[in-house]
Structures are given as structure tokens and as C-alpha cells.
């Protein structure tokens, strides 16, 4: 770094200058540039797997960058561990909150700080966390136990931390990923009210929505480069195509299909317990028929997911009958179900959709390796499991090494990908996908969208589980808000967001189409939206 | 050994990959070129031999320390310190020079090494097996001894014709084993039963079993009082090779080592261990049954196992002769069998060279207690600080740091440990 460097360090501030950081061939970073402001929220926008996470890292002291430096109000600092992060100032938000669920609020405080004389001051910890939350308004009890809050309140006490050790940068990697539409919004409160004390917020996210309405200043990452800076006012299309790089269409081309008559998936009377043996599916009817894409909408937690696993067999339908092409599923195994022609995308893919440790091909025969073309008797056909992997990924764009890469080192967006291939690559009378699109990128968005609109179009019933109101809208031919294990109403996919948003709050559907109506009225004389009732 | 070993960073797919000056505008990522297939694992190979290294130092030091002669040297170290030095390197030197003379010096101390590998593979064949599920089998000693107790009682009570008679008694050893480890599975899959406790609680149980048996008419000896069977038939022994210790058992440890790799790699059984072992939750959404895959797996391992057992009762002793089943029969390769699965990584081929390696340490423990004078428990001793040291890859790469150069350069993933549960 010479001194007469045009892009010397800002007086004030946090700034990186020409952060490089490569894994062996990868170059994650490449020389980055960024400036950050007290005062304002600077949102860092970028795909999965574009370096936003490893640039952060690099900043917290988790990563070693392998040029470049790190300076505060001018003056270059060292940041090789999260200590000396906290030290000049920089807090952490961290996605998968790094808290200790069975301590209080104040305990977690306390947790890493516990003095030197080994002496706990909770009394002062308790006090630290009613006066901070009453600066920002948290509205966190410090005695309140860690597990038994809501998510969002969750997020507050991983901000307190932060706060608690005076930082003045707080990163939020990927903060909405886990909040309902309601806790964001309290996010995006918490978040203003922290750049007026000062304090600089970088808020990582690929959700363009979010950016546009709380972004001070935009700065776009691709490929482990920054591509440019970017104005809110910016519209979505536009920022999309600075983090894609090529132009991306935001709304899904879809074509009116041939419904068929009869429907392929039914639920009758369904009622599901959860593994603790609480009724949390109850008496729900919902049909599906070839060619249409119904969604069910709800904020999480109202027995979508159980529906889900209901469906697959790997929670059992406790009353009622589901049938698939007339077939009766309910009462069935897993693989039973599977090869009845039910395709299942899981909630959360980590978890349930892949193994991690497996190479991209053995994943994309997960559920039918021992089938036909892959097996003779007990021996596997390693050929044609490869063949099929080399197919996919072409198909699919899945963008990995090669087909021996373990699916754990690609982006989330390719592992759904993955995922996605393998339900698809056989012929499917329903297809059930939770989330499909959670935590993916806007690129990988728009092509899973494209493929589940086209699995319909082939004349498969698609059923969705999302929570996310833009993908609602976008793909659904017919929307199920649920509430509470029950569904609300059955309304068409032009059903206004307000209506929507009433009925998963448990709104009766007449009373919330009426209501979303007169508000509609009141602010403009608008066409609102028939919403008529289909059940 | 310097041949074509690419280094990690290798320039392999050239024109795929982006130069780090100006960001190519295209749109697709490097993808499905030639990616670097599944690398030699350098790393480990480095960090294992530094964990002999290091273990053998300490195994040095305690033998100094535990020799009185050496120590009384030390006394007057600062006087005269070439007799300490002198008589520690003699120690040392002649302890290791018998261990090394004992397991490799010839045709019979290398012969003698396969005889004692042999069971230590097939058991820990077993308990790598069942690792690769997820399932911690602490239970090879009970297989093992439900597999000899088998084995024997065909091998000394029916009288076939050669070759059949042995097949007969391998067979039945296999069967003891599954039933035993099977039993587990079972419990697990309908009950829940973790495969820990049950394994352990049937180890004493198998104990226990071979202990009365042994009282009964059906298994001892006529004429006898002690707890001892009637000795097998020749037919059903393991043929040895003249003038050596190496007898069929290891090819057969061999060949169970190839089968179990053949089913883990290419078989859709493996597939499924795997599977399960690495994913349950995704496992079950893909349609396998986690609870028959668990049965099936305890099963094939308590077979291994049991294998293992059949070595014991079926394999030749020292004099090339034929022996009876005893109470301590299959000593504690149950238990070694689970430190060769760890230092094996649990794969087969890892699992027969830690095998041989064990079976050399016992083969020249025997020769180092007599021509060196050195406890056998020394060979215990090297055997777990082994194990110790590359369990803890990080303790190894801190005391050592040639191989921390090397772990720089290759950012793979941290290899698993075995003990994933």
C-alpha cells in the first residue's frame, strides 16, 4: 500500500483494501475494495456462492486474506481472530445464531466476557441488556431462556451481543433467511434505528426486495469481484442483472394448461401428528389436479412442513386417506410412495435432501439407485449412474467440478439444483416441494422456477409449501393459506397481498378479502382483485 | 515414490480456470471439465507416519524411564553423560531391533505377523463396517466369541470329509457372528436400543455363555475337569504352509477385506450403509429404511467379526497343531479390532494395513519380551499412543511441523475420524 494510492483508507470508517483470498484454485476474493460509513446501511449484494461469505469472514478473523488489509478510521489494523475483530469494533449477526440455547439472554452476554477473576457479574449483564434493548428498542427480557423465544427475538439477543461488546460495524450475513415476513420487518426497525446511533450496518442478502428498502448504499459482488455500486432507487431487474451478470427475468412465463379432470393428488380428512404427538395437521381436504401448480402459504410453524413429510410417508397420516392417481398412499412407506410416482423436494435440503459427503452422481440416484438402469441384483451400474450424473448436470446447469464433487462444496442454489434433477429425471404423477427456493440465489431462482412451471406443464400435480409471497404469487395456479394445521381458504393467485397476509394471520377468507378490498378503496379506486372463493 | 504426484493446487484444467487478472465476463462457472478426481491423501499418509514417529519417541522414553539399570546411569549423568546416553540407545536400539526382528526379520517373523493379523482384519472389518452406518459396534468380542464358539463345536464334533468340514465350520463361525450382531440391529431398529450399551452388556453375555458351555457335555472335553473343549479336527483346521506360520486364514481375512469393499463401493447394500451412515434424515426421505439397513449392517458386521473367531478356533497354533476351544479363546481382538478400524479410517484397505501393523506389534512384542527383556506391555503401550497420536491429527501437526506445511497446501476436508456417530 503506497502512500499515493488513489484509493487510500477513508478517515473515518471501516475500509478493505485489495482483500484477495484464494482456496487452492478458487479465487474466492479478488482484490476487493470495499468502503463502510457510519451511519448508513450498506447492503452487500451478491449470488451464493459469490464471496460475500468469505469476504465477511476474512473481516471477522475467521479467514486469513491472502493480500490486502483491513483498516478502521484510516489506520490499518489486524484482524486474524474474531477477538481482535471484536477489538476494533466489528460485530457479527451470525445466520446460525451463535448462542447457548438453554442460558437466559443475560447469560449469553455474560458467555466468552466471564472476567478474569472468574467472577460472573450477571447483575451488570442484566442491566447491559435492559439498557441496550431500551436504546433500540429489542424489547428483550434478559432473564427470558435462549430456546424458548421466537427466532426474531433470537436474532435481537445475537445483535445485543454485538452490542454489548461497543461495536460499531455489525455485519448481518443472510439475516432474513430464518424470519417470517413479519419478524423482517422488525428486522429492517431494529436495523434503521442502529444506523441513526451511528453504528455501520452491512447487511449481506440476495433478496432484492429487502435491499431496495433498507439500503443506504448498494454494492454488488460476482464472482469474487465487486462489479459495481448500485443506487435503492435501482429497480429489481436492474440489480439482478448486476448480480447475475446477464439479464434475469424476475417474472414467471407461465402459460395456461390443461387442467386434468380428476385430481392426481387428494387429501381427504388428512390429520398429522408431529413426533411429539401433537396434532398439528387437522381434518384438511386439498385437492390437486394434473397440471396446475397449487401453493400452500402460511408463515412457518402451521403444520406445512408436517403436511410435507405426511405426504412421503415419513411421518404417519394419522386420519383421513391421501391418494395418488386414485391409489391410496396414506399408510405406505417412504420408498412405497416414492416409486407410486411422488416426487418430494424437502424443506430443508441440508438436512434431508442430499448427503452431504456424497458425490454429485451418488446423490442424483439417491432415491432410485437400486432400480433398473442403476442395479443388476445388488451390484451397482457405476456407468450408467455416472451416464445419468453427466446428463443431469447438463440438463440441470449444475455448476460443479465434476460429478465426483461432494455435493457439500457446491452452492446452495446447485444443490437444489441437485436435488431438484434427481426428483424430475422420472416420470412423476405429483411433485411436492417445500421452500424450493430458500436460500437460493437469483439466478438459481429463476431456473428452478422454469422447471417446476414445466413439470406442470407436462401434466403433473405440483403442490408447493412456501412462505415466501413473491414466489406464492409468481408460481401458483391456485393458493391454500393455512393456518394453524387448517387451510383458510382456497383463493386465486391474483388474491391481493394484504387478503393473503390477513388470512394467514387465521382471517376467515370472506372477512379478509373484504377487508384487504375496503383498504384498497380507501387508498385508491383501483381494480382490486375479484378474489373469489374457490373451494 | 515421486512419480506423478500433482501438486494440490495442480494446473490440470488449464483453460477452464479463470485467470485471477480481469474476471472473464462468461457466464457459465467452470463446471463438469475435468475435475481433479478423489486425490492420494497425502496429508493423511504424512500425519499417520509423523504419529508413529512420535509415537515410538515416547514409546522410548518409557522404556528409559522403567528400565532401572538406564536409570541408575542417570544418576550421575552430569559426571559422566556418555554411559547414560549409551545405555538408554542401547535399551532403546535393542528393544525396537527385536520388535522389528520379530515381526519382519524372515519367513517365520513375517509369517508369524499374518497369523496375528489375520483375526485383528476380519474383526476390524467388522467394526469399520458398521462405522461407515453410523454404528459404534463395541461388540466384536462377543461376535468374535459366538464365531468360535460355533466354528469349534463343528470343527470338533462333526467329522467331513477335507475341505467341506472346514467350509462347514466357516460357515457356521459367520452364522454365530450375524445372529449375534444381528440381534443388536434388531434391538436398535424395533426398541431403539442404542447399539453401545447392547453391544458391550453382549459381550459379557457371550463371555458367560462360552464359560458354562465349556462345563457342559455337549462342549468339554471327556475325562476332563477344567474348562476346555476337545481339540478341532485337522480337517476343519486352516491349512498352513510348510516351515511357516502363514495359513489359509489370511487369505481369507484378505478376501473378506475385498468383499467388504466390493460391497461398500458397488453393491447397492453399501450404497444404502453409506447412505444411512453419512445422512439418515436424507436417507429415510429418499425412500431407504434406516431400521433394515441398520440390522443388515450389524448383521454383516457381527459376521465379520465373527470371522474373526473362526481364525481363533480354526487357525493353527504356533506348533502347527490344531487347538480347543478355551475361555480365552479369542483374547481381546474385539477390542484391538476397534483401534485397527480407527487407525484404518475405516475403510478396508486402511483397516488391512493397520491389521498387519498390529499384527506385527504383537508378533515383535512376543520377541522383544524375550531377547530384550522388554515388558509385553510395552507393545500395549506403543499400540495405543499409536491410535492416541492419530486420533489427534492437531496435537500431531503442533508437535510436528513438516506436516503442517503440508497440511497448508492441501485444504482438503478434514478426514473422518471414524467416530461419527
Not at chain 1, 395456461?256 to 396434532?279: D, F, I
Not at chain 1, 401434466?459 to 412462505?467: D, E, F, K, M, Q
Not at chain 2, 478400524?341 to 498387519?356: E, H, N, Q, Y
Request: contains cysteine.
Amino acid at each position: 500500500m503506497t502512500e499515493a494510492d488513489p484509493a487510500a483508507p477513508p478517515e473515518s470508517g471501516l475500509a478493505l483494501r485489495g482483500i484477495t483470498k484464494r482456496f487452492g484454485s478458487l479465487v474466492a476474493n479478488d482484490r476487493i475494495d470495499l468502503d463502510i460509513r457510519p451511519g448508513e446501511i450498506h447492503c452487500l449484494l451478491g449470488e451464493n456462492g459469490a464471496g460475500k461469505s468469505t469476504l465477511m469472514n476474512v473481516l471477522y478473523g475467521l479467514l486469513t486474506p491472502d493480500e490486502g488489509g483491513i483498516f478502521v478510521d484510516g489506520a490499518p489494523v489486524l484482524v486474524r481472530n474474531p477477538k481482535e475483530a471484536i477489538a476494533a469494533g466489528i460485530g457479527m449477526v451470525h445466520q446460525h445464531f451463535m448462542l447457548v440455547e438453554v442460558f437466559t439472554v443475560a447469560e449469553n452476554l455474560v458467555l466468552g466476557r466471564e472476567g478474569s477473576a472468574g467472577f460472573l457479574s450477571m447483575r451488570k449483564a442484566r442491566r447491559t441488556v435492559r439498557e441496550l434493548s431500551e436504546r433500540y428498542r429489542f424489547d428483550v427480557d434478559p432473564d427470558a431462556v435462549v430456546e424458548e423465544l421466537p427466532v426474531g427475538v433470537q436474532q435481537r439477543v445475537e445483535i445485543l451481543k454485538a452490542l454489548a461488546n461497543d461495536a460499531k460495524f455489525l455485519i448481518f450475513d443472510e439475516p432474513t433467511a430464518v424470519l417470517t415476513p413479519q419478524e423482517i420487518d422488525e428486522l429492517m426497525v431494529v436495523m434503521r434505528s442502529l444506523r441513526d446511533e451511528g453504528k455501520a450496518v452491512v447487511f449481506i442478502t440476495h433478496k432484492l426486495r429487502e435491499v431496495r428498502e433498507i439500503a443506504d448504499r448498494i454494492t454488488v459482488i460476482r464472482r469474487g469481484a465487486v462489479v459495481g455500486t448500485a443506487d435503492p432507487t435501482e429497480p429489481e431487474g436492474r440489480l439482478a442483472e448486476l448480480m447475475v451478470g446477464r439479464a434475469v427475468s424476475l417474472v414467471v412465463d407461465k402459460q395456461p394448461t390443461e387442467r386434468s379432470a380428476t385430481p392426481r393428488l387428494s387429501l381427504q380428512g388428512v390429520s398429522v401428528a408431529n413426533a411429539g404427538g401433537q396434532v398439528v395437521v387437522e381434518d384438511l381436504d386439498l385437492d390437486v389436479h394434473g397440471g396446475e401448480i397449487v401453493c400452500v402459504a402460511g408463515v412457518q410453524g402451521n403444520g406445512q412442513s408436517e403436511l410435507a413429510d405426511a405426504l412421503l410417508g415419513t411421518l404417519p397420516v394419522t386420519t383421513g386417506t391421501v391418494t395418488l392417481d386414485g391409489a391410496r398412499i396414506s399408510g405406505r412407506s417412504p420408498k412405497e410412495i416414492i416409486d407410486a410416482g411422488l416426487g418430494f423436494v424437502p424443506e430443508d435440503r441440508q438436512h434431508d435432501g442430499f448427503v452431504g459427503s456424497f458425490t454429485v452422481a451418488e446423490n442424483l440416484v439417491l432415491n432410485h439407485f437400486d432400480e433398473t438402469p442403476f442395479a443388476r441384483g445388488i451390484r451397482l451400474d457405476l456407468a450408467r449412474i455416472r451416464g445419468n450424473a453427466d446428463e443431469r448436470v447438463g440438463e440441470f446447469d449444475i455448476r460443479t467440478q465434476g460429478i465426483d464433487t461432494p455435493v457439500s462444496a457446491l452452492s446452495g442454489g446447485n444443490q437444489q439444483k441437485v436435488v431438484l434433477a434427481r426428483e424430475l429425471s422420472r416420470p412423476l404423477a405429483a411433485l411436492v416441494a417445500s421452500q424450493p427456493t430458500r436460500g437460493v440465489d437469483v439466478g438459481a431462482i429463476e431456473f428452478l422456477h422454469k422447471r417446476l412451471v414445466a413439470e406442470r406443464d407436462r401434466g403433473t400435480a405440483v403442490l408447493i409449501v412456501s412462505t415466501e409471497l413473491d414466489e406464492v404469487a409468481a408460481l401458483a395456479d391456485r393458493i391454500a393459506v393455512m393456518y394453524r394445521g387448517r387451510i383458510v381458504g382456497v383463493v386465486p393467485p391474483d388474491t391481493s397481498r394484504e387478503a393473503l397476509g390477513l388470512m394467514m394471520a387465521g382471517v376467515p377468507t370472506e372477512e379478509a378479502l373484504a377487508a384487504a378490498a375496503a383498504a384498497h378503496r380507501g387508498a385508491a379506486d383501483d381494480g382490486v382483485p375479484a378474489g373469489e372463493d374457490l373451494t | 515414490m515421486s512419480t506423478a504426484t500433482t501438486p494440490p493446487a495442480g494446473p490440470g484444467a488449464g483453460e477452464e480456470a479463470t485467470p485471477p487478472t480481469g474476471p472473464a465476463p462468461a457466464t457459465g462457472a467452470p463446471r463438469t471439465a475435468a475435475g481433479p478426481a478423489r486425490r492420494f491423501p497425502w496429508t493423511d499418509v504424512v500425519t499417520t507416519v509423523a504419529a508413529f514417529v512420535l509415537a515410538f519417541l515416547v514409546g522410548a522414553v518409557l522404556m528409559i524411564v522403567s528400565d532401572s539399570d538406564v536409570r541408575s546411569k542417570f544418576a550421575y549423568f552430569f559426571a559422566r553423560p556418555s554411559d547414560a546416553l549409551a545405555a538408554s540407545a542401547d535399551k532403546v536400539g535393542g528393544a525396537y531391533g527385536a520388535l522389528l526382528a520379530g515381526s519382519l526379520g524372515g519367513v517365520g517373523p513375517i509369517t508369524e505377523t499374518t497369523a496375528q493379523a489375520a483375526p485383528l482384519i476380519c474383526a476390524g472389518l467388522g467394526v469399520a463396517l458398521a462405522f461407515r452406518a453410523g454404528l459404534f459396534n463395541i461388540g466384536g468380542q462377543g461376535q468374535a466369541i459366538l464365531g468360535a464358539l460355533l466354528a469349534a463345536y463343528v470343527g470338533f464334533t462333526l467329522h467331513l470329509p477335507p475341505g467341506l468340514h472346514l467350509l462347514v465350520a466357516i460357515v457356521a463361525g459367520l452364522v454365530g457372528g450375524a445372529l449375534w450382531g444381528g440381534l443388536v440391529g434388531w434391538l436398535k431398529a424395533v426398541a431403539g436400543a442404542h447399539e453401545v450399551i447392547v453391544t458391550i452388556m453382549l459381550n459379557y453375555v457371550a463371555a458367560g455363555l462360552l464359560a458354562y458351555l465349556l462345563t457342559t457335555t455337549a462342549f468339554q472335553r471327556p475325562g476332563r475337569t477344567d474348562p476346555i473343549s476337545p481339540i478341532v479336527d485337522w480337517n476343519a483346521t486352516f491349512p498352513r504352509l510348510a516351515g511357516t506360520q502363514l495359513h489359509l486364514g489370511f487369505v481369507v481375512a484378505l478376501l473378506a477385506a475385498v468383499v467388504v469393499w466390493w460391497l461398500l463401493e458397488r453393491s447397492t447394500t453399501g450404497f444404502a450403509i453409506r447412505a444411512v451412515g453419512a445422512n439418515p434424515h436424507a436417507a429415510a426421505t429418499a425412500g431407504m429404511s434406516v431400521a433394515r439397513t441398520t440390522i443388515i449392517t450389524m448383521a454383516l458386521a457381527g459376521a465379520l467379526a465373527g470371522l474373526a473367531g473362526v481364525q481363533a478356533a480354526l487357525g493353527p497354533s504356533a506348533s502347527g497343531l490344531p487347538v480347543p476351544l478355551s475361555a480365552g479363546i479369542v483374547g481381546s481382538i474385539g477390542f484391538d479390532a476397534i483401534t485397527v478400524a480407527l487407525l484404518g479410517r475405516s475403510t478396508p484397505l486402511g483397516t488391512v494395513l493397520a491389521g498387519l501393523l498390529f499384527g506385527a506389534l504383537h508378533a515383535g512384542g512376543l520377541a522383544m519380551q524375550s531377547v530384550a527383556q522388554t515388558p509385553l506391555t510395552l507393545t500395549t503401550a506403543l499400540q495405543a499412543l499409536i491410535v492416541l497420536f492419530v486420533a489427534a491429527p492437531a496435537l500431531v501437526t503442533k508437535l510436528v511441523p513438516f506436516v503442517r506445511t503440508r497440511k497448508a497446501h492441501t485444504s482438503g476436508p478434514v478426514p473422518q475420524g471414524g467416530l461419527a456417530s
